[in-house]
């Protein structure tokens, strides 16, 4: 299929590079277009403008920061894309942010499918994200063989927009708290005197342990915060959209909030480029 993939960052370049290796045929877009133009090398036709990237596109993929990015480069995509064509958007937004760009789609003759990610670099290098996807059952089966290309599992929903960013920042919140607790606790163990593997070995096998709090203690105890599976920017900026939501329905997330306080320390502090897991560093003035 014709695919343009906008947005050639963390996450973007792999899944760009896995739907070439399924035969798929890839044009490019970046804002730094040294990142779009690797992929030429590998059979992607890099674009200078977005529209370019779009012209003929059956199927267009946002991999951007926010709602705000994928709709301003969507706005500047709009004189080449085709009438009909399927807009799939996988930024992580705010529900209020889909209804614009859901709106934007309709204006413009395309079938938005809210499809956000879960998963980092390693995943989508591997083709293993798992995509959650809002959508027309109509265009699932044109839509599963780029699925595919990029993912392991797919859950599709109904074609309510926003249902599957909703669920994007319920999942996202579980995974920052995680993420702010690793940091925390490692934070303690040097604080306390405790070598962080005696805390992994107490662990270990129990109803405590688990994969996500290894491979987030791993970056911290080896100091491999680049390149980013997901930095702490982007954390911070999801982190605000979480508390965010939850104080429109009248819902406190404390934890929430902290986290999103070190997250941003952690910034103020130059690591905002640096894995998620530099949250650490907040834990030290």
């Not at 990029?150 to 859950?155: D, E, F, K, L």
């Not at 992994?200 to 688990?210: E, H, K």
Request: aromatic share 6%.
């Amino acid at each position: 299929m014709d695919v343009a993939v906008l947005g050639t960052g963390i996450m973007g370049e792999p899944i760009a590079r896995n739907l070439l290796k399924a035969g798929h045929r890839v044009r490019v877009w970046n804002r730094t277009k040294e990142k779009a133009e690797a992929l030429a090398r590998e059979g992607a036709y890099a674009a200078p403008t977005p529209p370019e990237a779009v012209a003929g596109a059956e199927i267009v993929m946002t991999v951007l920061f926010d709602g705000d990015a994928a709709l301003d480069v969507m706005r500047q995509a709009a004189p080449g894309l085709r009438p009909g064509a399927l807009w799939v958007q996988s930024s992580t937004a705010s529900p209020d942010d889909v209804d614009l760009l859901a709106g934007f789609a309709n204006d413009n003759g395309l079938v938005y499918v809210d499809a956000p990610l879960l998963g980092t670099r390693a995943p989508a290098e591997a083709g293993q994200l798992t995509i959650l996807a809002a959508a027309p059952d109509s265009v699932w089966g044109t839509l599963k063989p780029v699925f595919d290309a990029i993912g392991a599992q797919t859950v599709w929903m109904e074609a309510d927009p926003g249902e599957a960013t909703r669920l994007k920042l319920v999942v996202n919140s579980w995974v920052l708290a995680v993420n702010n607790a690793v940091g925390e606790t490692l934070a303690l163990a040097k604080a306390l005197d405790v070598d962080p593997g005696q805390f992994l070995d107490a662990i270990a096998g129990g109803g405590l342990d688990m994969g996500y709090l290894r491979l987030k203690a791993d970056v911290i105890r080896s100091g491999s915060f680049t390149p980013p599976s997901f930095t702490v920017d982007t954390a911070a900026k999801d982190a605000r959209l979480i508390v965010h939501e939850a104080e429109q329905a009248g819902v406190r997330l404390d934890l929430a909030q902290a986290g999103l306080e070190r997250l941003r320390r952690a910034a103020e502090q130059g690591h905002g480029g640096e894995d998620m897991a530099a949250s650490y560093f907040a834990s030290f003035s």
